[in-house]
Antibody
Framework: EVQLVESGGGLVQPGGSLRLSCAAS????????MNWVRQAPGKGLEWVSY????????YYADSVKGRFTISRDNAKSSLFLQMNSLRVDDTAIYYC????????????WGQGTLVTVSS | DIQMTQSPSSLSASVGDRVTITCRAS??????LNWYQQRPGKAPKLLID???NLQSGVPSRFSGSGSGTDFTLTISSLQPEDFATYYC?????????FGQGTKVEIK
């Protein structure tokens, strides 16, 4: 079964850091591009970041550029999101999503991990 | 960035109704349009990609159409499990952007 499982969310103060992880199983992780997408409480979906299968291409949303870093470990079938200088408006459920490629076809999503930024 | 605008933002319908949701892109995106369903408390699920390609396992009452700037998601006969929020998303350019969502509620 194809599965993505996020972890690492929690409560952090403004200006703090968190590292999210996404463990993939049931497919050849190294063959797929990956994304992070977030959803603020009661709001819509917002794309955060993309990484190619060989991690040579990376993109970020303007709202997180310079503060977040996406990375992957293909040997461990894992995706990461290092989040620094967190702000209150970064509060959201963060989903990792598998990308079939060539058009951001997000065909598999994890259950999400909640990040709350509050003092 | 390409803006995606869905209409309506919400609708009330009964089981068995035909439901249509529209999505408009701020510039032409060819067929790079995907539709997702999100049930309360759950992750989004890809229903349709490339404007009209139904994903494996998705009931045939769901269909998508359109190209360029105007797209439609149709549910031919609404079922109880279809009450959810639906999002369109363009994959034509980076950043990929989502519509604001259409919440389908029970009448």
């Amino acid at each position: 079964e194809v599965q993505l499982v996020e972890s690492g969310g929690g409560l952090v103060q403004p200006g703090g850091s968190l590292r999210l992880s996404c463990a993939a199983s049931g497919f050849t992780f190294s063959n797929y591009e990956m994304n992070w997408v977030r959803q603020a409480p009661g709001k819509g979906l917002e794309w955060v970041s993309y990484i190619s299968s060989g991690d040579n291409t990376i993109y970020y949303a303007d709202s997180v550029k310079g503060r977040f870093t996406i990375s992957r470990d293909n040997a461990k079938s894992s995706l990461f999101l290092q989040m620094n200088s967190l702000r209150v408006d970064d509060t959201a459920i963060y989903y990792c999503a598998r990308d079939r490629g060539s058009g951001y076809y997000l065909d598999t999503w994890g259950q999400g991990t909640l990040v709350t930024v509050s003092s | 960035d390409i803006q995606m605008t869905q209409s309506p933002s919400s609708l009330s319908a009964s089981v068995g109704d035909r439901v249509t949701i529209t999505c408009r892109a701020s510039q032409r995106i060819a067929l790079y349009l995907n539709w997702y369903q999100q049930r309360p408390g759950k992750a989004p699920k890809l229903l349709i990609d490339a404007a009209d390609n139904l994903q494996s396992g998705v009931p045939s009452r769901f269909s998508g159409s359109g190209s360029g700037t105007d797209f439609t998601l149709t549910i031919s006969s609404l079922q109880p499990e279809d009450f959810a929020t639906y999002y369109c998303q363009q994959g034509y350019s980076t950043p990929p952007t989502f519509g604001q969502g259409t919440k389908v509620e029970i009448k």
